[in-house]
């Protein structure tokens, strides 16, 4: 399988510029959880795969606890539908605490701090959602001490202990409201059945990928994803070419996807950041321009899988300005298919839009 076919199969798959999705929860549940630290960008994410969709939309259904923001899979943001939260937390979160072990015990957060902890925050969100400053307040009422990241590593604790989840947003912030208020009973209650679960999730919506994207994406190990494809194989299509095995469902790329297509992608997209082997969609020579050596992932422009140029965006008088910034020998879309795209964006965002 060339790496052009791989690229277009992944934008098909992840119902990058089309899908029959009816609203947000829907899409996140098909991704199965999307990166989300950048939250205006993140709201983009869903947007860019629910065909008419507005950030309005979107914020409503986070506010509506529909889709929730917390630390899952890798230790980094995400977003994911309600009604998946409770077995992806059950399957990740050991892992994911024991990896705060040793920065917690530095910062004198022990296992009896942090269950205090605990316990204020949730007798706190038992009557309101509350932002992570009004909660860190609470806890220095009762002195405990919340500087030196300690804030973070309290509120990440909690949010793998299940006590608490993403709230409605209070004005420009985000808030944190309990986790048994907003979170269902699961009817995944197998860790077996849940690493079957997300493997297939994860092939189904981002492959053509590896067991190493795998790997990388969902935090789990080597072990974890063999079982998933047993568990799975079935149910899926592979192809072998260099030492590497690419899974997938489907065995034909999408028709209708070769066009010259212009997506503007936003800031730690999927479609970059969800596979360790990024070569189908990012040229080598290109990596720096799209990926900063500190692992920032930029927004991105991608022309029929490929990305050929990151953008960045700015507001001017009541106008969004989008500015693409396209990377030296590639083949540059069409102003027109430019425009097309960053009037999809304006869309979302209720704004008129040029390009810069």
């Known amino acids: 399988m060339a790496g052009s076919d791989i690229a277009i199969m992944r934008l098909g798959n992840q119902r990058i510029g089309g899908s029959d999705f009816g609203a947000p929860e829907e899409v996140v549940g098909w991704m199965g959880a999307m990166q989300a630290q950048d939250y205006g960008m993140a709201k983009w994410g869903i947007g860019v795969r629910l065909p008419g969709a507005t950030d309005a939309v979107i914020e409503a259904a986070i506010n509506d606890g529909k889709i929730l923001r917390t630390h899952l899979l890798r230790p980094t943001w995400h977003l994911v539908a309600a009604e998946d939260l409770r077995w992806m937390m059950d399957l990740t979160g050991p892992r994911l605490r024991g990896a705060l072990n040793a920065n917690n015990n530095r910062l004198g957060l022990t296992e009896a701090v942090l269950g205090k902890c605990n316990k204020i925050i949730a007798k706190s969100l038992s009557e309101r959602h509350m932002t992570r400053k009004e909660l860190m307040s609470v806890l220095q009422q009762h002195k405990i001490a919340t500087d030196d990241l300690r804030s973070s590593h309290i509120m990440y604790r909690a949010e793998i202990d299940g006590v608490v989840c993403s709230g409605a947003r209070?004005?420009?912030?985000?808030s944190y409201a309990l986790f048994e208020d907003r979170v269902r009973p699961s009817k995944i209650t197998d860790r077996n059945e849940a690493v079957g679960e997300l493997f297939i999730r994860y092939m189904v919506s981002h492959g053509p990928a590896t067991l190493h994207d795998f790997v990388w994406w969902s935090g789990l190990n080597l072990g974890d994803a063999r079982m998933g494809l047993e568990m799975n194989k079935s149910f899926l299509e592979s192809i072998s070419n260099e030492g590497k095995t690419w899974w997938f469902q489907g065995g034909v790329v999408p028709a209708g996807l070769k066009k010259n297509k212009v997506h503007l992608l936003p800031a730690f997209d999927e479609y970059m950041v969800s596979y360790k082997d990024r070569s189908a969609s990012l040229h080598d020579d290109h990596f720096s321009n799209a990926i900063s050596s500190n692992g920032i992932f930029r927004p991105i422009v991608v022309v029929d899988g490929?990305?050929?140029?990151?953008?960045?965006r700015s507001f001017v008088k009541g106008?969004?300005?989008?500015?693409?910034?396209?990377?030296?020998?590639?083949?540059?879309?069409?102003?027109?298919?430019m425009k097309k795209a960053a009037g999809c964006y304006g869309r979302f965002l209720g704004m008129k839009v040029e390009v810069g």
Do not use: H, M, Q, S
Not at 170 to 174: Q, R
Not at 327 to 336: A, I, K, R, S, Y
């Open 170 to 174: 209070v004005g420009k912030e985000n």
């Open 306 to 312: 490929k990305v050929v140029g990151v953008w960045k």
């Open 319 to 337: 106008r969004v300005v989008i500015e693409p910034d396209y990377f030296e020998g590639v083949v540059l879309p069409t102003g027109v298919a």
